[in-house]
């Protein structure tokens, strides 16, 4: 309520309050303004990287138009011009057979813990488990999934799914029960008074209202995701540049895992396809964001 | 609030559907099992990997965390200044990170306007959108290439001086610990701005009132009145930061130099840390040498794992404590 302090009408009063600068409301404004610079602070690196990324990734994407979206990877380094067809078609394939995987599984993990569980022992230990399983560093996930899977079946894009999915499952439980919990108690209650089952209730009644949010959660997920690259070195390879539609078996390529590989060249061919990648992914995770923000914001107002 | 409302929608299902017709039996049982599977990836992780690493314990003994030495073609696996290497990145990554956003969760949730809020947070989490391999294909084809004449400017100043001689140390490097540990801190802030606001918005109304009506200038209402009640929260927020810095991989790969048996305090050689060893030397490895980077990745997860389980609690009891539940 510290706006109602300030809009306090000081112009009437018998003493005006303000002329009295003390040391200590000089000390407070020092130490608001240093608050402020640490947001400029940070703004130089955001601004700094996405700037790089548009002035050098731009030019290399757009340069002739289509070439970029469908040509293939060039074979050899010395090459100069575009070509990442097989990588984007990779990240938008893996991305979304994970995202299949983890967001009904998410939902429902959620849907147990706050419709089902709720504050008994099992619900608490999950929950708790959940929170401690987004800080579970991504390449760990990666070598997991390299030993239960890629071990026996080879690389193959569906590793990569299965990792980023390990990945994703707790963020979307988390985010989906946060939403849940928005859900007014007396929705359910009205339900029941009809006579609805609860299985019933939570399809029809409780997931349909939380819906915007819980869309909106699932695709700041898989914006994330579609960045991730550790995991992926171990389950989809990091050797082939051919587009790979079967995920199902041999190795496959992605955004991420080419941005990687070219980051360590030093002939310019590779760096311009390394910033033309970076400028894609970013600009998929950003659209995905867009779209978060965009429901969201449309449920808000709707309301 | 909440809390009396979901015990008595609890005990409302209870007597409601004690007997669930089948097809809600059904629909029940997938939804505990989604829920299960939390337990069964973790389980399946610690498992699996402990059990593929055995072959490394056994070689190496207690040598594997005493050694700075790791020697492959003698089949010798130190792990220690990866080690050192992982938890320096990660406190540089802090001392940068932890200021600037607290600094920015008070200033978003205790001085700015509701416009300026809301543009704030969605600069910041933009910030956590851009993919952890941009920020290291920048960091290594931008930051180090520019930032070492500064590095060097650094490195001369504090020449002789005691302990900032030895921390900003001679023969600076662009890929760095330092390096590593700017593009750490870049990466965490938002997490740890995100959490902070979520912590510093539980401070009861009334009190940040009180301490302005007693007179408090607005940073003696922070330092009286929002910062001793989410002291604990605070703290939690900034051990999830950390453990998100000691695992991330790919940015530090790309600039931390890659050194082996690298231990020091200068901030501005080159070393290694835990996951960039993995993925650097993953393809060329042999079946004891995966052995051994497993047995790196179980003691990465071990750690994070701590530091997550210990922040999560801090945390959760901070947020009980204020809500009073």
Not at chain 1, 203 to 220: E, R, W
Not at chain 2, 66 to 85: A, D, K
Not at chain 2, 87 to 101: D, K, N
């Amino acid at each position: 309520m510290s706006v109602a302090v300030d809009q306090f009408d000081t112009e009437h009063l018998a003493i005006d309050l303000r002329t009295k600068r003390s040391w200590r409301s000089i000390k407070s404004h020092v130490m608001v303004s240093l608050m402020f610079l640490a947001f400029i602070v940070i703004l130089i690196p955001l601004i700094a990287v996405i700037g790089t990324v548009v002035s050098k990734g731009a030019g290399i994407v757009f340069r002739d138009f289509p070439a970029w979206f469908t040509k293939g990877i060039p074979g050899r380094t010395r090459v100069v011009g575009p070509g990442m067809g097989p990588a984007i078609i990779g990240t938008l394939v893996i991305t979304g057979a994970a995202s299949l995987l983890a967001i009904p599984l998410g939902i429902l993990g959620a849907v147990y813990l706050h419709e089902y569980g709720r504050q008994s022992k099992p619900a608490k230990v999950v929950r708790f488990l959940a929170n401690v399983m987004t800080g579970v560093p991504s390449i760990v996930m990666g070598l997991f999934v390299y030993v239960v899977f890629t071990l026996r079946f080879g690389l193959s894009g569906v590793g990569g799914s299965l990792a980023l999915a390990c990945l994703m499952l707790p963020v979307v439980i988390r985010s989906t029960e946060e939403m849940l919990r928005l859900v007014p108690d007396d929705l359910r209650e009205a339900s029941y008074a009809l006579g609805t089952r609860k299985g019933r209730t939570v399809l029809t009644i409780v997931l349909p209202s939380a819906l915007p949010g819980v869309v909106s959660g699932c695709l700041l997920a898989v914006a994330r995701a579609a960045g991730e690259t550790a995991p992926l070195l171990f389950t989809i390879g990091l050797i082939t540049k051919k587009a790979n539609l079967n995920i199902f078996s041999g190795a496959n390529t992605t955004l991420s895992a080419q941005i990687f590989r070219n980051a360590g060249e030093v002939l310019p061919g590779p760096q311009e396809r390394g910033w033309g990648a970076a400028f894609t992914l970013v600009a998929i995770a950003f659209l995905f964001t867009i779209i978060a923000r965009l429901v969201t914001s449309a449920y808000q107002k709707r309301r | 609030m909440s809390s009396a409302n979901s015990t008595d929608i609890a005990t409302l299902e209870r007597g409601l559907h004690a007997s669930g017709g089948s097809a809600d039996r059904a629909f029940r049982s997938t939804a505990y099992l989604a829920g299960g599977l939390v337990l069964l990836v973790l389980g399946l992780v610690t498992y699996t990997m402990v059990n593929r690493s055995t072959d490394a314990w056994s070689h190496m003994g207690l040598d594997f965390f005493t050694s700075r030495t790791w020697n492959p073609p003698e089949q010798f696996y130190g792990i220690l200044s990866y080690v050192f290497g992982t938890v320096y990145t990660a406190c540089i990554a802090l001392a940068i990170s932890v200021p600037l956003s607290l600094g920015i969760a008070l200033f978003i949730t205790q001085v700015a306007p509701r416009w300026l809020q809301r543009t704030m947070t969605y600069v910041i989490d933009l910030l956590a959108v851009v993919p952890s391999v941009v920020f290291g294909l920048w960091g290594v084809l931008v930051l180090s290439v520019h930032i070492k004449g500064f590095y060097k400017w650094m490195s001369s100043t504090f020449d002789g001086v005691p302990v900032l001689g030895s921390v900003f140390g001679p023969n600076p490097q662009g890929r760095s610990f330092f390096t590593a540990g700017i593009i750490l801190a870049v990466m965490i802030t938002p997490i740890i701005v995100s959490l902070s606001r979520e912590v510093i918005q539980t401070t009861p109304q009334n009190e940040k009132e009180a301490a302005l009506a007693l007179g408090a200038t607005r940073w003696e209402m922070i330092r009286g009145a929002v910062l001793p009640h989410s002291k604990g929260g605070l703290v939690g927020a900034v051990m999830l930061g950390l453990g998100r810095a000691m695992g991330e991989t790919i940015a530090v790969a790309l600039v931390i130099g890659s050194a082996t048996g690298r231990i020091g305090l200068n901030v501005f050689a080159g070393g290694n840390s835990m996951p960039a060893v993995i993925t650097a030397e993953w393809g060329e490895a042999d079946a004891l040498k995966k052995s051994a980077l497993i047995a790196m990745a179980v003691t990465l997860f071990v750690m994070t794992i701590l530091v997550n389980v210990i922040a999560t609690t801090v945390v959760n009891r901070s947020m009980k404590k204020t809500r009073g539940v």
